[in-house]
């Protein structure tokens, strides 16, 4: 008997769907981590193959990937955010 309550009140989070949005936003937040974290692992593989191919151009391969990084992290924070902000 006391699972009907419980079924009646997640038919009634569902069909407000209140409890679904939250839930795609966090899964959208999670995907966007993911795909920044192997945005940044890519940058990091190349860079460290130029520098092998190349040692004496390390510090401006260096740069480069720092900024490529800097910049991949951040619309990894803007879509988190802009996810967690949707309603």
Do not use: C
Not at 37 to 57: D, N, S
Not at 60 to 80: H, P, S
């Amino acid at each position: 008997m006391a699972a009907v309550p419980t079924l009646a009140l997640a038919a009634d989070e569902v069909a407000g769907g209140s409890s679904i949005g939250k839930g795609l936003a966090v899964l959208g937040g999670g995907m966007a981590l993911v795909g920044g974290g192997i945005g940044i692992g890519l940058v990091g593989k190349g860079a460290v193959e130029a520098i092998a191919r190349q040692p004496e151009a390390a510090g401006k391969i260096q740069i480069n990937m720092i900024l490529a990084a800097a910049l991949i992290e951040g619309a990894t924070l803007f879509a988190v955010f802009a996810g967690f902000a949707a309603k």
